[in-house]
């Protein structure tokens, strides 16, 4: 083994290099990769790596376990934390977004190389979003991808899902999926333009592998041209869109409904939104 095929070391997150394409894997598949601080910083710390070493020229994002990714850790210490008050949630939600969460979406959307993402099961909130980086989205037949925001919690669709889903589907559909929290079968967003393709669950490992190496060989120069052509689109690029959605999620999270979401969440019942 080379030094470039030793892995790096980290806490949620997996990284192993092999000639010039990288293998990351969210490592949390006791809470189904969902993204907590320590993952947040190591993603954002990955893509850093990536972005750095001229050599690479291919990533593939994958989840351990049986899930991809089912969005951000909500549990006791996460943004549902009942020892911050409530006064201060919304400005802190706003915080983590625009100082952790969105650096790390941004960082691993303009990386020069192709981003290949194998979504391995469940893909809801954050992790819809985290799917949504990559270049090149395949997904197991089993999977699904859920917004869960506005249905659970009061909240809307952030880290960028609310500039992928309408230029990708088209913003009925898109509204659709946001508004009522309805999980999409992975045949269904490969039909819909969601995904690039949606493949048997055996296969899924072989197949993201053969798309990751045949672009590893391919023109790098000229991918990382078309990413940045393709990704900056009028009339909102993603860092303005990511900047209105701290705005707003931040105005969100201080509503009686999210305070709500939380009760419910906690509870394991029905929330009963009452709209302000």
Not at 38 to 61: D, F
Not at 135 to 144: C, E, G, P
């Amino acid at each position: 083994m080379s030094a470039a095929d030793v892995p790096m070391q980290f806490e949620a997150l997996l990284f192993e290099r092999s000639g010039n394409v990288v293998h990351v894997t969210l490592n949390r598949p006791d809470r189904l990769n969902a993204l907590n601080e320590t993952l947040i910083n190591e993603l954002t710390a990955a893509a850093a790596a990536i972005a750095a070493e001229p050599q690479i020229r291919a990533v593939l994002l994958t989840g351990a376990g049986r899930a991809f990714c089912a969005g951000a850790d909500v549990t006791s210490g996460g943004i549902m934390d009942e020892n911050r008050s409530e006064s201060g949630r919304g400005a802190s939600i706003g915080a983590s977004l625009r100082d952790a969460f969105n650096p790390m979406v941004s960082a691993w959307y303009h990386l020069r190389v192709p981003v290949v993402v194998a979504v391995n099961g469940i893909a809801a909130g954050a992790g819809v979003s985290l799917a949504l980086v990559g270049d090149i989205v395949l997904a197991a037949r089993s999977a699904t991808f859920a917004q869960l925001f506005a249905a659970k919690l009061g909240l809307m669709p952030d880290l960028g899902s609310t500039f992928h889903l309408p230029r990708l589907i088209g913003s009925a559909r898109a509204k659709g999926l946001a508004l009522l929290g309805d999980p999409l079968s992975a045949d269904a967003a490969a039909a819909w333009g969601l995904i690039w393709a949606a493949v048997d669950d055996a296969s899924l490992p072989a197949e993201a592998a053969a798309i990751l190496h045949r672009l590893a060989n391919g023109p790098t120069t000229a991918y990382a041209k078309i990413k940045a052509v393709m990704n900056e689109q009028l009339p909102r690029t993603l860092d303005e869109q990511l900047a209105l959605e701290a705005t707003l999620q931040a105005e969100l999270a201080d509503t009686d409904d999210f305070a709500e979401g939380v009760l419910a969440f906690r509870g394991k019942r029905a929330p009963q939104f009452k709209g302000r």
